[in-house]
């Protein structure tokens, strides 16, 4: 039988199944959502949270996401035993779990509470216990970037799996066992003291309250409310392709000029784009990938544009820091010449400028608190919001986002080539860099660079490069994922591999999968990518030396200052 | 002449260290040509310190309770004077214990030294392994114990023969083979027994479960709370390799097969498969969810043959003798024997090794010697905290897997605590309930959290504060986690209670309808009151209570806090004019 007759039968219907792991994903391709908590594609299968329970012909109850499709195999979804036992479960879960539903950070996001909502739980059958109403762990605020709070943990473990399978980072685990079971990070010590690269990713999947993002949201209220601040604003590329999933506007749609729109009304007083430092950056780390790969310094060079990239180098990788890229990431040049930018420019209307960058990403919030990123004694960047940390603002205003009507950005900051533009998804700092590279800048060529084996959400891409010259050909890889980049770091400690240039990003996707996104799934990352690289051909300018703004800025802010403020050092 | 002191661990703890020292300094001090050596368990635990006198002519002399105050007498008139102590010899009740049994496990244990591998081989050790090793193939050893029927002792009773065959047939040319002796039932100790008093044996298994699947490596899983067994272990390994049985070239055949110990912490849930090889991988001990099984990805990731030590040490009876010499014990679908570790309120108290499908009667009332203190017998608990209670009606069925799981109960791993009229059911169940909570890893929510709410309702009726509705509670909480736990452990933790409910539902009716514990042993349901008519204000009961519970004015009847006071009863014992009783 060849692997397209398949079938199974899902509540008395024939459903042909391929290449399907698990029941789970043929029964969500039937069109029935099963319930679940601790799954993710992407992540091992833990089955925990046993919602996704189905009943098969003899009346054994298997859980969907752990048992793989047989042929002919007959199941039910929704047999009076399932809609029991979930509810008894659901029960469980919610005798002990907190209940300031109201005040928590995922209130109308949580999937618990969803759930509850679905399968119609009206009362906590199984109210014996005491946890629900005390506080009993500590709420973790060391973190820059990450709030951890157990009390609102329902020990699904998808942040553990994110931590240690997808990122190699290993901060949180499981402590204790039963009832007392808990996550957190090794002898409980905050997370700030640990190996923590603040990707957030953790946050991400986190079904409940438990794993939030710092919310900075009132730090920007109180800048604005000041007379004396002058806010200046910054918005990553990642951003516009996601916040419209936010206001109902489909998604992956690039609402960059809403987003402008919205910003002035809530009383941003300059509004400016970071793909105009990421072309800063195009032409730093390109210039400075020359400079190596003619002077034969030790290869490869990797990007540095993702601070939990850069901690994760720091934390696990010391002796490969050298081998990083000296650039500032774009968040941190855009803070540090918008500085020197206005102070020439505003001497002396008294008003101090606040950097507040819309990011999508978590770990930028920890990145602009560094200590290297302080220039003249003042922060690069004062405040990170997050995509949704924006979208709140909004929904606080009650601007109706929809009904916008579209604004441009500010100048001459808001002045960007697509090559800056596409820093947002993963090999987009790579394409950059290569329209970069090549000398023939026709625009068939620089359209013809999207096939070089940069594009895609594949963890890992490697592939060559033949330059011009006939001569060389540059072996490129492209990470995205912290725990491909030590794939791609053991293969070659294990010397089975060689690269010139390693582009990685923390975030499976790149930054469009940043944890500060609005919450999105796989399918959500690919259109939001797919959204960026179609903006990219509409621009104007397709790689950075075109972005006619930046000549002009070598010749004044930067001037002799160009180590200083678009270069860094690390010394953690 | 020969002097075996009994040295399990049960022998040790009633002082047979001293016993074996009292015997050695004797002898010397009379310089009488004997040797002093040691045993293992013989399973008669209730008897020791155990030591048996073996003279000169072959004739077998057992003493039992021989503390060391005891050993002077023995050499004096047996050794010296060549006429036993009959005051110690051991009784006929005590001699019916063991006759009455039929063991293969076991059959070594109490009988030879477990530190001396020569032992073993005179006991006709090392032979089944030759014969595996020269005279048969994998796959005729797997037919073999296929063909025996031979099922995992360690709870479950999955066929050992098709697992052997399952990892025999994986392509994968690394495998293991996994000792499972992190025995973590309340009141189980057959395992134990076996790796302190017989562990060559179980190596023997191991290394011919190596040949028949292919394996080279094993790994023996033993909770370090057992010292004594993994002592002893080491040292059956050391002797073992030494001796050519265990290492490269087993024998001088091209057979390599080397085995390690690793030690558990403990936990309850590494005695399941998956956590199992979690823990001995270095990873926290939760069960995973299958497939894939273990048999195809158990350690490392690779096809593991995954039994317990019992299992094991039935593997060279079944090649000496052959699947049809040992079918011949047993029934037809549960072959062979089964050790159970016999506790409670039974008069022999120990370990015993029976054929499959001989009755409870049987087991409590002929070896066992009948309920003590001539109480009358309410139930027994069979399969630890997996398993269910029995009663009455039930003593005369046959002692195997299906019978038991047909009557609500398991085998497990073979424990059986005995319960007389005394025992509370309600509180049977909270201390089975109360133990797997504790015990639960936390991984899926209906054991974690539903364990936990069952205890604490549990709490509640042993303590006065139940409702009737409560047992239907505990019932559909009990159906959820049953059918819907992730491993073998949870489906079965709320066993205890639902067989509790099923035969003694009326004793569940009393604790929330009456407040009242038939047995009165629920301390929670007691009340202490003082009589104030009796009273006289003395104040003697208000010194002695150690939680401040009692207070009032001297010449005027006292009162006893009720919630402050955890019924220790000093005060009725002090009270010169009877005036505090409980009821």
Known sequence: MTTANKFM?????????????????????????LPTLCYYSELSVYGSCRMCMVEDQRGNIITACSTPPKN???????????????????????ASHNRECTTCPRNTTCKLQDLAIRFGIEEIKFDKTDKAWKDEYKIDNSSPAITRDPNKCIQCGDCVRMCNETQNVGAIDFALRGYELKVCPAFDMPLAETECVNCG???????????????????????????????????????????????????????????????RKIGFDEIYDTSFTADLTVIEETNEFLGKL????????????CPAWVSYVEEKHPELMPQVSTCKSPQQMFGSVIKAYAKEKHQDDGRE???????????????????????????????????KGLADMIYESGIVFKELEPEALDMPFGMYSGAGLIFGVTGGVTEAVIRKVMKDKSHASINNVKFCGARGMEGIKEFDLPLEDGETVLKIAVVSGLGNAEQLIRKMEAGEAFYHFIEVMACPGGCVGGAGQPFGLRNTKRL??????????????????????IPDLYNTILKDRTHDLLHVHYHK | MKIIVGQGSCGIASGAKKTESKFKQHIEGNHLNADVTIAGCIGSCYLEPIADVIDDNGVHTRYVHLTSDKVERVVREHLLGGKPVEEYLIPESGRLFLEKQTRIALKNCGAINPENINDYIAAGGYQALKKALFEMDGDQICREIEKSGLRGRGGGGFPTGKKWVQVKSQKEPVKYIVCNG??????????????????????????????????????????????????RLQVAIAQAEEAGYLGENILGSSFNFSIRINLGAGAFVCGEGSALTASIEGNRGMPRVKPPRTVEQGLFGKPTVLNNVETFAHVSYIILNGAEGYRKIGIEKSPGTKAFALTGNVNNTGLIEVPMGTTLRTVIFEIGGGVRNGKS??????????????????LDMSLDFDSLTKAGAMIGSGGLVVMDEDTCMVGIAKFFMNFTEHESCGKCVPCREGTHVMNEILDDIVNGRGSIDQIDMLLDLADTITNTALCGLGKTAASPVVSTIREFKSEYEAHVIDKYCPTGSCQGLKRIVIDAAQCKGCSKCQTVCPVNAISGERKKPYLINLATCIKCKRCIDSCPFKAIVEN
């Open chain 2, 377 to 394: 017998f309410k139930a027994v608990q069979i399969g630890g905290p997996s398993g269910g209670c029995l009663t009455e009606k039930h």
């Open chain 1, 201 to 263: 990713q953790c946050a991400a999947v986190c079904p409940t309250g438990a794993v939030t993002i710092k919310n900075d949201v009132p730090s920007v209220w109180k800048a604005i409310y000041d007379d004396k601040k002058r806010v200046v604003a910054q918005i990553a590329p990642a951003v516009r392709v996601a916040l419209g999933e936010e206001f109902g506007i489909s998604k992956g749609e690039n609402v960059m000029p809403l987003i402008v729109s919205a910003m």
């Open chain 1, 9 to 33: 039968v899902i509540n008395g219907e024939r459903v042909p199944f391929s290449g399907e792991k698990n029941i789970l994903s043929v029964v969500r391709k039937a069109g029935i959502d």
């Open chain 1, 353 to 387: 400028t606040i950097v507040v960058s819309v990011m999508p990403c978590t770990a930028k919030k920890a990145e602009a608190g560094r200590a290297e990123f302080v220039t003249d004694g003042s922060k690069d960047v004062d405040i990170v919001l997050t995509t």
């Open chain 1, 528 to 549: 939001r990518a797919e959204s960026i690289y179609a903006s990219d051909k509409q621009t104007q300018f397709r790689h950075a030396d075109e972005n006619p703004v």
């Open chain 2, 182 to 231: 992190d025995e973590g039932d309340p009141g189980a100790f057959m395992d134990r027994s076996v790796m302190e008093g017989d562990p060559h044996k179980m190596l023997e298994g191991m290394i011919i479960a190596g040949i028949a699947t292919g394996a080279q490596t094993g790994y023996i899983y033993v909770r370090a709370e057992y010292p004594l067994a993994v002592h």
């Open chain 1, 72 to 94: 002919g195999m007959e199941i039910k979804t929704n047999t009076p035993r399932l809609k029991k036992y979930r509810k008894n479960i659901l029960r469980l879960y919610l």
């Open chain 1, 294 to 305: 003619e002077s034969g310094a030790k290869l490869p060079l990797f990007t540095s544009c």
